[in-house]
């Protein structure tokens, strides 16, 4: 069964900055690809990063420039650099993994970014 297991999360100021991280574990063969989502309290999940099997990233236009994907494919895990954290990016952050056709998502860590 596949689980995953997102850390990181927590207050910060704005301009400040914060890294998550997010554990892939269970029957998992090859490199997936694996992205980190977000909700905002009243809103829909949207997307704030992807990392493809090939290596390739992806950013939703409202974080470039200000956050980072990076993954560990021995560990399976994926990260999510946030530097210059603004009111805005408040949400619960999610992990996802696409893998055998389907996708598989964290639980869920809350960042807050309030002075």
């Known amino acids: 069964q596949v689980q995953l297991v997102e850390s990181g999360g927590g207050l910060v100021q704005p301009g400040g900055s914060l890294r998550l991280s997010c554990a892939a574990s269970g029957s998992i063969f090859g490199v997936n690809p694996m992205g980190w989502f977000r909700q905002a309290p009243g809103g829909q999940r949207e997307l704030v990063a992807t990392?493809?099997?090939?290596?390739?990233?992806n950013y939703a236009d409202s974080v470039k420039g200000r956050f980072a994907i990076s993954r560990d494919n021995a560990k399976n895990t994926v990260y999510l650099q946030m530097n210059s954290l603004k009111p805005e990016d408040t949400a619960v952050y999610y992990c996802?993994?696409?893998?055998?056709?389907?996708?598989?998502w964290g639980q869920g860590t809350q960042v807050t970014v309030s002075s």
């Open positions: 996802k993994l696409w893998y055998n056709s389907r996708d598989y």
């Open positions: 990392f493809s099997s090939g290596g390739s990233t």
